[in-house]
């Protein structure tokens, strides 16, 4: 088993990865709240229609999009908890 696979196996690692995705989806957020102040402006929408045509025709903006819709749904799922999970069952020495 490799390192790479071993750390990211771990529960230390899928932490990692998990508060990666959520400070990508958080940056998303800020970007994108930040463009849409645009409106805003007392320009008549130009700001917002350059901010617009830039989202939309930036060729590595479309890329990281795509990335962004996986690291979404990867994100979803590991909060939802549709990934195997194996529950140990913890005795308590007790009275």
Same mark, same amino acid.
Not at 21 to 41: A, D, E, K, R, Y
Not at 61 to 71: H, K, P, Q, W
Not at 74 to 87: E, N, P
């Given at each position: ?23 990508? =989806?958080?940056? %998303?957020?800020?970007? $994108?709240? +930040? ?24 060729t590595p ?6 990335? =962004?819709?996986? %690291?979404i749904l990867? $994100?979803? +799922? ?10 140990k069952l ?6």
């Open positions: 088993m490799s390192w790479v696979t071993q750390t990211f196996s771990s529960s230390l690692g899928r932490k990692l990865i998990m508060s990666l995705t959520g400070l990508f =989806l958080c940056t %998303f957020l800020v970007v $994108h709240v +930040s463009g849409n102040l645009q409106l805003f402006n007392h320009d008549e929408g130009y700001g917002f229609n350059k901010y617009a045509a830039f989202m939309s025709t930036f903006i479309r890329v990281v999009s795509y990335g =962004l819709y996986a %690291f990867w $994100h979803a +799922s590991r909060v939802c908890g549709w990934q195997k999970t194996t529950a913890v005795g308590h020495s007790g009275m």
